[in-house]
């Protein structure tokens, strides 16, 4: 019997992955065995298939909340790519050879238990972790471990698997990890030595691992069949998905990715034509036309001094050839004229990239992915798939100019399918606020895929086969929570919005059982203004609305009769209160079927009442102003109560502050309003200034200066000024008593408010 070969490699390896072929040549083997899942063997001919674009990763996830996932994403420069490539090209049969994925999705739920029990001592008892040497390495050469590994291992001509086994041994005797991480890597090497020894007998095996578990293979005793049986197990399911090089970068915290995936392909391309020394020439030309296309003057000549720079670099640094780190410093001296801010555009895109994987048509999905897949291309929206934000239009309404309903109703049909996206929380589109001022037919969205989108359908496929009914059973769930008619109106309007009208009935029947209730005029206001935005935009998005007004009438009815008992309230809860009023004042507004005079006789007496909370009054009598329902003389009378001498003065200017919450154009065209609060504070003495100072500065805090310059105006026709001079006195800088003063406001005794 033969005795085995072992290729330890480092994930993501150009060098590793080129010299990996050259020794697959070399020993022909009849056995390929890969470190990766061995149940997850189907899916190699999808990543070997012709049109298979990598970056692609394999996902395994649980078949139960909450869902833990494992992800073993390949590039084309991975060696473990790159063996199962050659496998396949020369007809050799190929497997991996690690832990099933259901065992390993075992071992991470009991993980995430263990971590959330673990006390913080048990967690500092970790050991010297092969992270900790990493760490004390860079310290050590003072670069870090990527310019370390691609100065010494990258460019190796020969004796790369040697250098790279010799490594792994060292960092496997500094390293020190939890005893749960080293029995884990115990399990592993076991079970991966039960498959070389039982591959044998096909004759010469072939195995590409990790560099760290090269030792541990050599040494370890194969895991018997009682060992197999006693392995822990959950339900499982696996699927091909399209991944990102951003995804496989550092910067999204993969911890075994690198620092710039995009640079490696290049420096892949280099290596496997037989000219490494390219990668100069590859990177600084393509980061050129980077800076040209973004309007940047670099030149030819600047070219060449970077890659001379570059290749002095890497001489003084002890290279054969620059690395990363030579040509960033070579481009930013030469091409960013010592500014790195000047290329950092270019840099990423040449470094990261925005290379994103496809899959072939038939490839194993979910049921879900499948249907996600074909809506993308039915509603022509392919061209979003892409890691790089695009904005998308839509205009709801019916398209006239076209033969077919399916083209008639194309945008509709996609505001559907993000808005299930969205409730799904699968992260592909983004909604935007509307541009429009009074049209209601626009929606506005950000669409941008990434691997997380991937990952977040497949944790959708718990909820059902297709994206419909993974949203229906979603809404469903979410109504059945509900724990008041805020809650179910959201459901409803997303219901709605999503264009699932069975899920609509179910949320609308607990909207009206939670109704009987509730009284809060938070949740009653709420609750009005979704109902409301169904029926506006109903006829638009082909929903039924008829059943919906009754329920939007009995709210408006409660809303009507408990607000203005809802204004006795204190300043922390008057801020709610008024948005409750202004959103039944806009539902009231919206729709003719709700009676006006009912809400305008409830505005006028919460703001005559003197016993209610004052923000709140000032903001009805604000509101009656906005519907021109109140007189001069009408607002003259009511300030020269509410500013009277007699009314305390925190009262006082909390109700002018309320009165200042809206429709101030309106108040600052009444003069009368500003003689009157003038009167007010010429008339208060120094402790009650005091106190109405504190309200009345944050009723002005976000006045415009337009506002401030208009407010000036009229005090300077009350004072007998001209407004100049009115302005410059009340924006000029505060004087040292004014900060004094102000500053003494902090240790002020205001009592109660």
Not at 33 to 58: K, R, V, Y
Not at 328 to 345: K, L, P, Q
Not at 390 to 396: E, F, I, S, Y
Not at 502 to 531: G, I
Request: proline content about 3%.
């Amino acid at each position: 019997m033969t005795t085995p070969v072992y290729f330890g490699v480092r994930h993501l390896s150009p060098a590793a992955a080129h010299h990996v072929r050259l020794e697959l040549d070399r020993v022909q083997p009849d056995l390929v065995l890969i470190e990766g899942p061995s149940d997850l063997n189907e899916q190699m001919q999808w990543l070997c298939h012709a049109q298979t674009e990598l970056p692609a990763a394999i996902l395994a996830y649980t078949q139960k909340a909450p869902v833990h996932t494992i992800l073993y994403p390949f590039a084309v420069y991975s060696p473990e790519y790159q063996a199962m490539l050659w496998a396949h090209e020369h007809k050799v049969p190929c497997r991996f050879m690690d832990l099933p994925s259901d065992v390993f999705l075992a071992f991470y739920e009991a993980e995430a238990v263990r971590a959330e029990q673990e006390t913080e001592a048990e967690e500092e008892d970790a050991g010297r972790t092969t992270e900790q040497v990493y760490a004390d390495l860079e310290l050590l050469l003072g670069e870090s471990h990527d310019t370390f590994w691609e100065r010494r291992f990258e460019q190796l001509s020969e004796n790369y698997r040697q250098a790279a086994e010799t490594f792994g041994v060292e960092l496997r005797n500094s390293a020190e990890d939890s005893r749960e991480r080293t029995a884990q890597n115990q399990v592993r090497e076991a079970y991966m030595k039960r498959v070389i020894t039982e591959g044998q007998a096909a004759g010469q095996v072939f195995c590409v691992c990790g560099a760290f578990h090269v030792q541990g293979l050599q040494t370890c005793e194969p895991m018997t069949d009682a060992e197999v049986k006693a392995l822990p197990r959950v339900p499982a399911s696996t699927t091909l998905m399209p991944y990102s090089y951003y995804r496989l970068s550092q910067r999204s915290g993969y911890g075994a990715g690198n620092q710039a995936p995009a640079y490696f392909e290049l420096l892949w391309d280099a290596i496997h034509k037989g000219d490494p020394m390219q990668i100069a020439y590859k990177y600084l030309t393509r980061l050129a036309g980077e800076q040209r296309q973004q309007g940047q003057l670099t030149s030819a000549a600047e070219v060449i001094e970077a890659v001379r720079l570059a290749q002095t670099l890497a001489v003084l640094r002890g290279s054969r050839y620059p690395v990363l780190e030579d040509l960033r410093d070579a481009a930013v001296t030469c091409i960013g004229h010592g500014n790195f801010a000047e290329i950092s555009v270019g840099a990423a895109r040449i470094e990261i990239g925005t290379r994103i994987g496809r899959l072939p048509d038939g490839v194993s999905r979910t049921s879900i992915q499948d249907d996600f897949y074909r809506q993308l291309k039915d509603l022509h929206l392919e061209k979003y798939h892409t890691v790089e934000a695009q904005q998308l239009d839509l205009d709801l309404r019916e398209n006239l100019r076209v033969k077919s309903e399916k083209s008639a109703f194309l945008d509709l049909n996609r505001s559907f399918f993000l808005h299930r996206l969205r409730v799904l929380s699968v992260q592909f589109g983004e909604p935007q606020a509307s541009r429009q001022t009074s049209a209601n037919w626009g929606e506005y969205w950000i669409l941008r895929w990434t691997p997380e989108t991937e990952i977040e359908l497949v944790e959708a496929a718990l909820m059902g086969e297709t994206i419909e009914t993974a949203v229906s059973f979603a809404l469903k769930e979410r109504a059945d929570k509900a724990a008041d008619i805020a809650q179910a109106a959201e459901v409803f309007e997303d219901a709605f919005l999503c264009g699932v009208p069975a899920a609509a009935d179910h949320a609308l029947k607990a909207l009206q059982r939670l109704s009987v209730d509730t009284a809060a005029a938070e949740a009653v206001s709420k609750t009005a203004v979704r109902l409301s935005h169904v029926i506006r935009y109903g006829d638009l998005r082909k929903f039924p609305t008829q059943t919906i007004v009754p329920l939007l009438s009995q709210l408006y009815l409660r809303a009507c009769l408990t607000m203005e008992e809802a204004c006795s309230c204190d300043d922390a809860a008057s801020v709610q209160i008024m948005e409750s009023i202004e959103r039944i004042n806009h539902v009231q507004r919206d729709h003719d079927f709700l009676e006006e005079s009912r809400w305008v006789e409830v505005l006028t007496q919460i703001s005559q009442r003197d016993d209610l909370n004052t923000k709140c009054s000032g903001f009805a009598m604000a509101t009656l102003i906005e519907r021109g329902l109140v007189s001069e003389s009408q607002l003259a009378t009511e300030v020269s109560i509410r500013l009277s001498q007699g009314v305390p003065a925190d009262l006082a200017a909390g109700w002018f502050e309320g009165l200042a919450k809206k429709n101030r154009y309106s108040l600052i065209m009444r003069l009368s309003l500003w003689r009157e609060l003038d009167s007010y504070l010429q008339a208060l003495d120094d402790i009650e200034f005091r106190r109405a100072l504190v309200f009345l500065r944050r009723a002005f805090a976000d006045f415009t200066a337009n506002e401030k310059s208009d407010i000036a105006e009229n005090l300077g026709e009350i004072w007998g000024v001209q407004p100049e001079q009115a302005a410059e006195i009340l924006m000029a800088e505060t004087t040292e008593a004014e900060q004094e003063l102000l500053q003494g406001l902090d240790d002020f005794d205001f009592g109660d408010i």
